[in-house]
């Protein structure tokens, strides 16, 4: 790439931060800035391509913005430096935020496993943190094209022209949803001065299957239960309860979406779509108790009769007789439900991702302000490091924890 030394002039625009990114990070990194610094925050200059702000803000949990989550620990998210997040995570709470939402007005509800919801609109949210940056300048439709260190600080080559920073903050967020105008700029920033990347990849996404596994969930496609989803061995393994979703393609569903954050190409994943229930030992008391009901009739005390004839037709056991089976063919059917072992052929993509997953590199950033160890005044924020949340308000937590590491350093800078 060029060097950007050639756009530089005398009376070039200048700014003191310039944040890229419109989203939930660079909107509450600029107003944490104003907060923390008062009059000497100097000018902060926010800009994004998008012609609104906060747009994956605006239609999360279904419109409702699922703001956080009051179970935010270093558990609940995904990195190749496990521990990285810990400090911003522990300098920014979910009570923190609770806090700023109750001095907005913004009513809010829990959900299951922690889950906060806005009562109202997301439109609550963005609206706060446009209010909580007042003082700073947000541009809109202003697509950022290249970066370069300087002497003073930063050159940015722009399209609504060049201009001049000491400090630059990325917040591009990453590839998920590129109808909402995501792209890899975040990413070609990091190229640019030397930083390594965790090899981006869909994450919360619905998982694909090969042609055999079709067969099965076409047509039970729009058929919900509640089932154990797990990854992976011994101390490597990661297990959710949640719903899943039969789909035409393949199975989706909260438990589907969060297991797709762990899981790579190549890979098996274990469904128990009966969690806590030895199918085996109930059928072979059902069986005891005589009578003429059918395999299907049987499984349907733990599952959808639509799923247990599915199973049963699968299994060759299609109008078969429950008193006829041995118990060998009870173990079979019954890890067909406990333990149904799957190998996904891949992912829905990033059309349908809530996340990525990977990113720039943690171990080329400082994990108490985001700044990049060997650029002073360069930060990474946000969705574009390689700090991936489960599903559930975790990832807009891991936004505010950043942002406010990032502001809080420079504020004190």
Request: net charge neutral.
């Amino acid at each position: 790439m060029a060097s950007l030394q050639a756009l530089y002039a005398p009376g070039m625009e200048q700014v003191d931060t310039v944040i890229f990114g419109a989203g939930a990070a660079g909107l509450f990194c600029a107003g944490s800035i104003l907060q923390q610094s008062g009059d000497q925050a100097g000018r902060i200059l926010v800009l994004d391509h998008s012609r609104a702000p906060g747009e994956k803000i605006r239609i999360s949990g279904g419109g409702r913005c699922n703001f956080t989550n009051l179970a935010s620990g270093l558990d609940r998210f995904v990195s190749d430096n496990p521990r990285f997040a810990a400090s911003a995570l522990a300098g920014f709470s979910p009570t923190d935020f609770i806090a700023m939402v109750d001095h907005a007005g913004i009513a809010w509800h829990e959900k299951t496993l922690g889950q906060l919801f806005c009562d109202g609109s997301a439109r609550q949210i963005i609206d706060m943190l446009l209010h909580r940056m007042r003082g700073a300048e947000l541009r809109l439709g202003t697509a950022v094209e290249a970066v370069e260190r300087t002497e003073q600080g930063f050159l940015v080559a722009s399209s609504g022209g060049p201009l001049a920073a000491r400090r630059v903050v990325v917040a591009t967020g990453g590839k998920s949803i590129p109808k909402m105008g995501a792209t890899g700029i975040g990413y070609d920033i990091a190229a640019r001065f030397g930083l390594a990347l965790v090899e981006p990849r869909a994450g919360l996404v619905p998982l694909t299957f090969a042609q055999q596994d079709l067969e099965l969930c076409r047509p039970l496609a729009g058929l919900s239960v509640t089932a154990q989803v797990s990854h992976g061995t011994g101390r490597r393994r990661t297990s959710f309860r949640d719903g899943l979703l039969f789909t035409h393609r393949g199975l989706s569903g909260p438990a589907i979406l969060q297991i797709s954050s762990f899981w790579r190409p190549g890979e098996e994943i274990a469904v128990d779509l009966a969690p806590d229930t030895d199918v085996a030992a109930g059928l072979r008391e059902i069986r005891g108790q005589g009578g003429r009901m059918t395999v299907a009739s049987a499984l349907s005390r733990w599952l959808p009769a639509r799923l247990a004839e599915a199973i049963a037709v699968e299994m060759g056991l299609a109008g078969a007789r429950l008193a006829d089976q041995r118990n060998a063919a009870l173990e079979r059917l019954a890890g067909r439900v406990n333990r149904w072992l799957l190998r996904p052929v891949g992912s829905e993509g990033w059309r349908t991702a809530e996340v990525t997953v990977g990113g720039v590199d943690t171990h080329a950033l400082d994990s108490r302000t985001m700044q990049v160890k060997s650029v002073p005044g360069l930060y990474f924020i946000g969705e574009v490091v390689d700090v991936t949340g489960w599903l559930g308000g975790y990832n807009f937590q891991w936004a505010w924890a950043s942002a406010h590491a990032a502001a809080k350093a420079i504020a004190a800078g």
